[in-house]
């Protein structure tokens, strides 16, 4: 069983930054893409960045590109995302989940695991 659990979230003023990071169990971590996405209250989850299990391909929705950046450790098991220029859309219930392949991928099919989620509240 794996288990994925995020940390990092907060409240920021908008402009800030934040760096999410999401620890994995298990020693197949390296072998698989990641993936973080975001549901804010009253809609649905959200494809924002994904991964490679190598971290040499990465794919990030365009409201993110420029402004957040994914990135991963294989040694600590740990993928992270880093969001600079944090807007108060951006406010969210962040989510990281691993993919059943190595490739990253744009969208939310192919994930198998998920985290429980951390909260990204940016104000005005």
């Known amino acids: 069983q794996v288990q994925l659990v995020e940390s990092g979230g907060g409240l920021v003023q908008a402009g800030g930054s934040l760096r999410l990071s999401c620890a994995a169990s298990?020693?197949?971590?390296?072998?698989?893409?990641m993936g973080w996405f975001r549901q804010a209250p009253g809609k649905e989850r959200e494809f924002v960045a994904s991964?490679?299990?190598?971290?040499?391909?990465?794919q990030y929705v365009d409201s993110a590109k420029g402004r957040f950046t994914i990135s991963r450790d294989n040694a600590k098991n740990t993928v992270y995302l880093q969001m600079n220029s944090l807007k108060p859309e951006d406010t969210a219930t962040y989510y990281c989940?691993?993919?059943?392949?190595?490739?990253?991928?744009?969208?939310?099919?192919?994930?198998?695991?998920w985290g429980q989620g951390t909260q990204v509240t940016v104000s005005s």
């Open positions: 298990g020693r197949t971590f390296s072998a698989y893409a």
């Open positions: 991964i490679s299990a190598s971290g040499s391909s990465t």
């Open positions: 989940a691993r993919r059943t392949v190595p490739f990253a991928g744009w969208g939310s099919d192919g994930y198998e695991y």
